[in-house]
């Protein structure tokens, strides 16, 4: 294959973010140029964050040009604008004069939105996609509903959406009793039925409520119909290729390509390890949010009788209110440590000092960088029973899977490891996984040569 420049847009990037899918975006750049291509990251700086003065700027990062657009200069003011904003298009195609690439891989859409598949469609660039979340499918990119349970993705009419929508936003009302209804889990959804009629009715049909109920209820056709820009697109797990085909999002265009992770580390640390003898270490790694289920694994272990720690590495300050919350319901209990953030190259060293790894999401996860490279170090897993994690966990031999949302099982489980401490060290031996970001790189340039020949 020729040598390639390759654009990879991504919603945000090192060195201000380094959470799964920048980590995915750089790890895949650093690949693709080992292997003689030339790949060019794009990002932006999201509204509300520290800019740099300028609409857009470049810098490099470890060798990687990026190119960042700031979104401060252009804050949206309607919910189409978080997914689609034509106003980007010029800027766009400047970034794509100078780059010139020869394809275009997108990580995340956020930020740039679908205006970038346009721009690329009409251009005539060919496109892939790894699809990381939910973003073509839900609007707050996590498959939740408003009330908290899971979800498939939108009904028919997208009413579900607006009800999200309405819980999340409250944009268009005023005074406590609609609050109050929208607020009540089963009225909201009586609510959304009601102004998406009132949008078609004279005197509403142009108005400020039809606005935003057009807006919600036909994302997924928008995104669906721009998503056609593909020629293929990455669905590193089972459940995210179901759920993309499940919505009518190219089923024929889908493949399944795991996560690579690095796997040049210290041998070390791909050794079974673990013997908790004088208490089991529990840790967690990630961002620090409700939707992570932080708060459902400290009253766990609160529960949890014997020898134990609990170690959680994340931001401090990424949702400060939760935090407080965290650190409340921490306080009482023993050798609870909020460790803070580390930088990437010490995850395998971090992970080494743990004897068990929980995630404890309330959301379909997409397997999480940190549960690959969990299994990789010989750390034994704890995660919930969604099929983002579930199917890299098999029970009592790697890990276990507990009930989403069920402290009382998380608890359970937690108790038995430290009462059977040499549980663990079985769990240990069994763990591994093998894909590397190099072994994954070059899956996805076997897509690239597809795409620029044309090749279904």
Known sequence: MKRLKILLPVHVFFPRHFYGTETYTFELAKNLQSLGHEPVVLTAIPYGEEGKGEFYTTYEYEGLPVHCIDL?????????????????????????????????????????????????????????ATLTDFFGICLNNKLERHDGDLCLGPNAGSTNCLACYLRAAQPFYRGDFLKALVSNDVLIKGVSRFFCFLSKTPGFRHGT???????????????????????????????LYDAYARNAFYADRLEKINFGINLDFDEEFKRSRKNPKSGVKFGYIGQVTRHKGVDLLINAY???????????????????????????????????????????????????????????SRWYENSPLVLLYALATKTPVVVTDVRGLSEF???????YTFQMNNQSHLMRIMQNMVDHPEIIERLSRNARYA??????????????????????
């Open 72 to 128: 401060n200069w252009k804050p949206h003011n309607r919910f189409k604008q978080t997914y689609y904003r034509p106003e980007l298009a010029p800027v766009l195609n400047e970034i794509l004069d100078r780059v010139r690439p020869d394809l275009v891989h997108v990580t995340h859409l956020i930020n740039h939105t679908s205006i970038l598949l346009e721009v690329l469609r009409d251009r005539g660039i060919p496109a892939v």
């Open 209 to 239: 409520i039809s606005g935003h109920v057009h807006d919600v209820t036909q994302r997924t056709k928008v995104l669906r119909y721009l998503y056609g820009a593909y020629k293929f697109m990455i669905a590193p797990t089972d459940f």
């Open 302 to 360: 609160n529960g949890v009788r014997g020898k134990k720690s609990l170690f959680i590495y994340g931001p401090p300050d990424q949702d400060r209110h939760y935090m407080k919350e965290l650190i409340r319901l921490s306080s009482g209990t023993d050798h609870v440590e909020f460790r803070g953030t580390f930088p990437r190259e010490e995850l395998q060293a971090r992970l080494s000092e743990l004897d068990v790894l929980v995630i404890p």
């Open 393 to 399: 966990v098999s029970d009592d031999v790697n890990g």
């Open 435 to 456: 894909m590397d970001t190099s072994d994954h790189a070059r899956k996805v340039l076997g897509l690239y040569e597809k795409a620029l020949n044309g090749i279904p």
